[in-house]
């Protein structure tokens, strides 16, 4: 991962030293406490993704940073988490001289990740919500741990307001035709994520 990161921050002409300062950074805050789910092993897997589907991306560059700072801060007890986010972003990039178009197209992808919705076709923005809910079309086990982990990310939430908040959520999930905004996601994917949203509502129901 810090590979990853590294390459990604030379093809931004971010010099050695702030490039190495920044990747401590990200994985300080993907490693903090109570990220059972919102951590590097996500980012990995949302990078994974968004590199299968890098040539739908028109940016893939902008792309990529998405991938890696749409969760940078995460509380589950508050709302703004994405606008934190985009913040974030742009504080700690712009002074390592990454242009002003690019922390734009940045700032705009990490705030489609809170509703998950695409308002106009972009396809940079198809990547990055395909790959950010790739794991929704996982194997069962997989599927399953996250599904977990989310809980214990929410672990503050008694049981039966958890039941409401996340049965609508997946309710929300269950009605999107197709689900997926990317052919090869909508081809490989669709079909699976309905297969587990499901069993985690009947899940919830019990």
Do not use: C
């Amino acid at each position: 991962m810090q590979f990853r990161w590294l390459a990604l921050a030379r093809t931004l002409g971010i010099a050695a030293e702030p490039a190495q300062k920044m990747w401590r950074d990200l994985t300080a805050a993907y490693g903090a406490d109570g990220r059972f789910y919102h951590n590097l092993n996500h980012i990995r897997h949302a990078l994974d993704i968004a590199e299968q589907l890098r040539d739908v991306a028109a940016d893939f560059t902008a792309v990529q940073l998405a991938v890696w700072f749409h969760d940078v801060v995460y509380d589950p007890r508050r709302s703004d988490n994405e606008a934190q986010s985009a913040a974030y972003a742009e504080k700690v990039l712009r002074p390592l001289g990454v242009p002003d178009e690019t922390l734009a197209k940045l700032s705009n992808l990490i705030l489609a990740t809170k509703s998950h919705e695409a308002s106009k076709p972009d396809p940079n923005i198809f990547v990055v919500l395909d790959a950010d809910l790739a794991i929704l079309s996982a194997p069962p086990a997989q599927y399953d741990a996250y599904a977990q982990a989310i809980r214990q990310e929410y672990s503050f939430v008694p049981e039966e307001q958890y039941v409401v908040g996340r049965t609508a959520v997946l309710q929300k999930f269950l009605a999107r035709s197709p689900f997926y905004f990317t052919e090869k996601m909508q081809e490989r994917g669709d079909t699976a994520v309905y297969q587990n949203v499901s069993r985690e509502l009947r899940a919830l129901e019990k």
